[in-house]
């Protein structure tokens, strides 16, 4: 059963590509699938657009802060929307950003 599951995940990570993502003033590589990649692309152009104009609004914060500014608007946001398929496309985006995130530290 174990060989079946890791047969599984391999293929799984071999249809995986390679996409080098902005957030702010850093790249990140991380893997997607294809089907996945111009989802993850809309939504961080929204992410790097809005960072764009906290910096512009909220002069002498830290890419942090603005980032933190962005992430809170992004919530609140898809929340106001009611749009379901919104809200999880968003949150599968984010979900694999942070993952990629968190396998950098």
Do not use: C, H
């Not at 995940?9 to 902005?22: E, F, G, K, R, T």
């Not at 997607?32 to 764009?52: C, F």
């Not at 512009?56 to 106001?80: L, P, R, S």
């Not at 398929?85 to 599968?92: R, Y």
């Amino acid at each position: 059963m174990a060989g079946e599951q890791n047969k599984t995940l391999i293929l799984i990570m071999q249809a995986l590509i390679p996409v080098n993502i902005v957030i702010g003033d850093r790249t990140y590589r991380i893997k997607a699938s294809p089907d996945d990649e111009e989802a993850i692309r809309r939504t961080l152009k929204t992410i790097n657009d809005k960072i764009v104009e906290f910096k512009t609004q909220f002069a002498g914060k830290d890419m942090q802060d603005y980032i933190a500014m962005v992430m809170i608007w992004y919530a609140t946001q898809a929340g106001a929307e009611n749009s379901p398929l919104l809200e999880k496309e968003m949150a599968d985006a984010l979900e694999k950003i942070e993952a990629q995130l968190d396998k950098v530290k």
